[in-house]
């Protein structure tokens, strides 16, 4: 049984444009979240998503940030105009329910120049 | 906010000694959950122990929780080089958004 899957594992984008990631939750898991972690920090909540809901997105800006997951494929975090300051480890964790224990992807590095 | 604070922020031992963690919050949680991340890697899910549990056991590692306190601490015993690693407790409070802290950094030295 597969772990939880993101990719890319590292993205360098310049400012102005546009990032994506992916992550593909355990097989089972419909509960998806994501987090982000600055250098030294701890990882802060972004968004929690069950299958093409968005349930809680209080933790994600307001502007041009955007989180998905469709019925079908992996669940997408979308930067648009990147800045320097998006600079981070974006990592997704996924659960059977909103309950229980989640288990969290590698993480993405998103570096922006 | 309804981030706690994980004591100490840097711990240095010996293999074989034990390390000691302790977590605390200010609101009142669902769950609590303990993840170690190794340097630039993901998180490793530890334990989890629910509101209404006091300690619980996995391997070397032992969770307690007080809620009259709330505070947690995370015990790893005979600790080894592969220990070291920066350990977050996560508190779940909402039902689903875990808070973590800033994390303790451990150090296992041969």
């Known amino acids: 049984n597969a772990g939880v899957m993101q990719n890319p594992r590292h993205l360098v984008r310049r400012r102005g444009q546009e990032a994506r990631l992916r992550c593909s939750p355990m097989k089972g898991h419909s509960h998806v979240y994501w987090y982000r972690q600055l250098p030294e920090e701890g990882l802060k909540f972004m968004v929690y998503?069950?299958?093409?809901?968005?349930?809680?997105e209080s933790g994600m800006p307001k502007e041009r940030f955007s989180a998905e997951f469709p019925k079908e494929g992996p669940s997408i975090l979308r930067i648009q105009q990147v800045v320097r300051g998006d600079s981070a480890a974006y990592f997704c964790?996924?659960?059977?329910?909103?309950?229980?224990?989640?288990?969290f992807g590698p993480g993405t590095r998103l570096t922006v120049l | 906010s309804q981030q706690g604070e994980e004591d100490p922020q840097a711990l240095s031992i010996q293999e074989g000694e034990n390390a000691t963690m302790n977590c605390s919050y200010k609101t009142s949680i669902n769950n609590l959950q303990w993840y170690r991340q190794n340097s630039g890697r993901g998180l490793v899910h530890l334990i989890l122990?629910?509101?209404?549990?006091r300690e619980k056991h996995s391997g070397r590692l032992r969770v307690t929780l007080d809620t009259s306190k709330k505070s947690s601490s995370l015990l790893i015993t005979a600790s080894r080089a592969a220990d070291t690693a920066s350990y977050f407790c996560a508190r779940d409070n909402s039902g689903y958004a875990l808070n973590f802290g800033k994390g303790t950094s451990l150090l296992v030295t041969p």
């Open positions: 998503l069950q299958k093409e809901n968005i349930i809680d």
């Open positions: 964790a996924s659960s059977w329910t909103g309950l229980n224990e989640q288990f």
């Open positions: 122990i629910r509101s209404n549990e």
